[in-house]
Each structure stands twice: as structure tokens, then as C-alpha cells.
Nanobody, 128 residues
Framework: QVQLIESGGGLVQSGDSLRLSCTTS????????MAWFRQAPGKEREFVAA????????YFADSVKGRFSISRDDDKSAMYLQMNRLYVEDTAVYFC?????????????????????WGQGTQVTVSS
């Protein structure tokens, strides 16, 4: 059982940066494909970014390309989302997610149903 814990959210101003972390103390994320999703009030959960189980592949939603980056440190069992030049529209609860098993490649990288393990989320609020 993989238990994911997000941290790093907060209240920032438009144009600022934040770094979100996703960690697990019980298991390891080594060799798991991972992703970040977000959900704004009144909206459906949407894909933000993903990283392959080996770290060699990275994917981003069009809305965050060029502003966000994703990385992982398997030795620390951690995944990160560096968010730069934040917009008010980036305000949401951010969730990290992991595939169901090690080395499993999601058939649809940006589809939330491809991910089995989820954290509780961390709030990111961007003010104008």
C-alpha cells in the first residue's frame, strides 16, 4: 500500500513560485509512474504533469508548459512539482498520484483513472 503525502502548498501572489512535494513514509515510489492533478472549486479534477517510473519521461498540461517542472528523487521517495510564474487560474487543490504497480506504464498519462494511489491534496491559492 502506497501512502502519498503532499506538502508545500500555500497562499502566494500572481507571478510567484511554489514547490510542491509528494512523499511517502510507509512505502516507496521507486519505479512507480507518478503524476500531479489539481481540482479548482466547482471544476473537475484535471491533469497537471506526470513523470515516468524511470524519470526519463515527463508530460505537462498545455496550461502549465514552460512554467511548471516535475522531478523525482527515488532515494528520498519523493516527487516534486516546481511551479513558476503562477497565475490566479492555478488556484486549486493539488494531488499527487501513483500508478497501481511498479513499472506500470499508464495507457493514458493524463487520465486520473490510470492512477491507483492518491494523496489528500495540498491547497495552492494564487492572489492577484
Amino acid at each position: 500500500q502506497v501512502q502519498l503525502i503532499e506538502s508545500g502548498g500555500g497562499l502566494v501572489q500572481s507571478g510567484d513560485s511554489l514547490r510542491l512535494s509528494c512523499t511517502t513514509s510507509v512505502h516507496t515510489i521507486r519505479r512507480y509512474a507518478m503524476a500531479w492533478f489539481r481540482q479548482a472549486p466547482g471544476k473537475e479534477r484535471e491533469f497537471v504533469a506526470a513523470i515516468g517510473w524511470s524519470g526519463g519521461s515527463r508530460y505537462f498540461a498545455d496550461s502549465v508548459k514552460g512554467r511548471f517542472s516535475i522531478s523525482r528523487d527515488d532515494d528520498k521517495s519523493a516527487m516534486y512539482l516546481q511551479m513558476n510564474r503562477l497565475y490566479v487560474e492555478d488556484t486549486a487543490v493539488y494531488f499527487c498520484a501513483a500508478a497501481a504497480s511498479p513499472e506500470r506504464v499508464p495507457l493514458c498519462t493524463y487520465c486520473d483513472y490510470e492512477y491507483y494511489y492518491w494523496g489528500q491534496g495540498t491547497q495552492v491559492t494564487v492572489s492577484s
